[in-house]
């Protein structure tokens, strides 16, 4: 090509990069012969055996011709074997390592694919001897391949090294984690029947190792149909209660024992464990459905019935605290309002004479930050909002319940369910009395005024950890919404997330997304200020069906729009399901709930190895990096609605949760229109495109996404 035609086709390949278009850049760079910016492209889309064959090409095209290359050259054909590894080119990748000396990354590819015969051979050899190696895997070039039957022969001589490599090269993990075992590794073995899939004899080698927390980690791998799930659960008890560790993972993996109950009075003790690891993580309800089990088993156990009734006479202690601030309260407002101008009207608006009740602020037990419950097909939701007629979404992570939740009058308290099996409440509102001051007469009846500011009208929504008020916000006169939260203001790491909603919220003025204005605390619980929305939310109006295609669409590319401002402001939701997109009785989309929305340079908020979200929308890279993710898993999790939208299904459902999880990292889902045959092939190509598992081949930005949803709802029969 003519040196002014390459400048062009290089300048056009560059601006192509700059608009996203790889592949147009990359044939442009090809033919300008711009070998290093092709390598560059082909790598970054994960192509690296190709990749790796032009740098070889480029250093003589052969392994066998790197000898004697310069520095320069060198550093290209390692390259070469590094893509080579990469793009699954073993074979290639170490003939290269070998000719150019690198025999750890020779050993460690070798010792990946299971060859540990010849790993060995070269790892013993000279630095002279490897530079002329040939790469002969086991079973070819005349070597005899390692059988099953020799490498028992080498166990039943005693040879337990032998046996060890030989079971290794076979990949029989099982059988060489038990000659580990016998060579006194534990360490190794437990790796290796980790590798072998057998959790159960892993966490048994970890322990051995003393490494407590992988051996909780195969515990709670063990299934539910081994015989010996029960006393995987029992083991996995007592490691949680050495290392105080209790999350979403592990009552998922007790869920089974705790419905059974114990069955003898070794489990009964291990139960009242398990029960005082509860009570320290602040779970009250989980602790009582604990020591009731073991009532149950044993009336006559002293140390449960000792705690449900410390835990009664706690809760009492606490619920009278609570009254008396009420009351002082309402009493310093009334001497005030006698006092004033206005005496009758404000008396009337606070409400004064009646008995004190507690707030009805229910709270589920959960994991602050932990994953939400995969619910089983036609069972209810596992977040159901709290008004259909109002903003009642509340943050995904879970607070420990309040100590000041009132119990129900019809079950008595040791016979409660846990919210290990139990759904969260419906939400249906509840009506305070029509006249101010009349009824209840506690501080969150109609009329009450919270901060000076805002005067309570009345409950338009109750969930698991939050109520919602309609108020009036008396300096601005205007009508807004107010959630409070049954979670005390003691904790710390909550509040920061209250306060990184709200300071979000503030940044991201947008329609389409819902305006949270202030933060503040009344009668020792935590409030936001919120803008009074009427509608209901998406998973209402999906309702397990599929939609219309027009307002279907209509509804994503307004997400669309509000989610690219919020990923231009570098935030991520991370949290993106139809609960958090509430739809006005005008059509309005509003996305809402930034509770675990994270700030692309932020810090501070996300704990390593922390996993959050909801499983049927998360991304695989969310699954299995959490903290690291980019604004492409908001993109995937749109992905799974827009499939739900049209299909009436999610992309993937399972009973339990890590066989979803698995389904989102490692599926292929099924193509829409194998579900709807409506679906057009161009919107249909969209959802997948969205669903893909690498990150770098979805759609790369909502702008992106949206522009495309429009030309397909511009393309709608009667749109045109």
Known sequence: MPADEGKAALAQARALEAKGDKEGALKLYMRAGAGDDVVRLL???????????????????????????????????????????????????????????????????????????????????????????????????????????????????????????????????????????????????AELFEQGGMPYEAAVCYREAGDTGKCLDNLMRVPRDDKRYRGACLHAIKLATELNLLDFQLEHFLGKLVAGGPTNEHEVEVFFTLGQLYERHDFAE???????????RDPGHKGADARLEA????????????????????????????????????????????????????????????????????????????????????????????PLAPRSAATPPRARKSSLSAAMPSGQPESLPSQPGAGTGTSFDAGAMVSGRYRLEQKIGQGGMAAVYRAVDNELDDVIAIKFFSHLVADEAMLVRFKSEVSLSRQLNHPNIIRLYDIGTYVDYKYITMELLTGSDLNKTLDGKAIDFDKGLDYLIQACGALALVHDRGVIHRDIK??????????????????????????????????????????????????????????????????????????????????????????????????????????????????????????????????????IRRRLPGNR
């Open 43 to 189: 790598i970054a889309a994960r192509r690296f055996a190709e990749a790796g064959k032009l740098l070889l090409t480029s250093v003589g095209g052969s392994a066998a011709k790197l000898a004697g290359l310069d520095t320069t050259k060198k550093k290209r054909a390692l390259q070469a074997g590094i893509c080579f590894a990469n793009g699954g080119e073993s074979r290639q990748a170490v003939e290269i390592f070998l000719a150019l000396g690198e025999k750890a990354r020779a050993v460690e590819l070798l010792e990946k694919e299971g060859d540990y015969a010849t790993a060995t051979r070269v790892e013993q050899a000279s630095p002279s001897d490897l530079a002329g190696m040939a790469y002969a895997p086991a079973g070819q070039s005349g070597q005899t391949a390692t059988t099953l039957a020799a490498a028992q022969k080498l166990e039943a001589q005693g040879k337990h090294e032998a046996a060890l490599a030989a079971y290794q090269q076979l990949k029989q993990l099982g059988h060489a984690g038990r000659m580990a075992h016998l060579l006194k590794r534990p360490a190794q073995a």
């Open 286 to 296: 989980n602790a009582r459905e604990i020591y009731q089990k073991i009532l149950d």
């Open 578 to 711: 139809p609960d958090n997109f509430f739809i006005t009785t005008d059509g309005t989309l509003k996305v809402m709930d930034f509770g675990i929305a994270k700030r692309q340079s932020a810090k501070g908020l996300t704990v390593a190895g922390m996993i959050a979200g909801t499983p049927e929308y998360m991304s695989p890279e969310q699954i299995n990096d959490f903290g690291s993710v980019t604004h492409l898993t908001d993109l995937y999790a749109l992905g799974c609605i827009a499939y739900q939208m049209f299909t009436g299904t999610l992309p993937f459902v399972h009973q339990e949760l890590m066989p979803l999880l698995v389904m989102h990292v490692s599926q292929t889902p099924e193509p829409p229109r194998a579900r709807n045959p409506r679906i057009i092939l161009e919107l249909e190509q969209v959802i997948l495109k969205l669903l893909e598992k690498d990150p770098t081949k979805r759609i790369p930005s909502c702008r992106d996404l949206g522009q495309k949803l429009t030309e």
């Open 311 to 402: 835990m009664e006479t706690e809760a009492r202690n606490e619920g009278r605290v609570f009254e008396k601030i009420v009351k002082e309260e309402q009493s310093f407002r009334a001497g005030i309002e006698r006092s004033g101008p206005s005496r009758s009207r404000r008396a009337s608006a606070a409400g004064t004479g009646a008995d004190v009740a507690l707030p009805d602020l229910p709270a589920l037990p959960g994991t602050p930050g932990s994953l939400s419950a995969p619910a089983r097909p036609g069972s209810p939701a596992r977040e159901t909002p709290i008004s259909a007629n109002a903003v009642a979404h509340a943050p995904t992570h879970t607070p420990a319940p309040s």
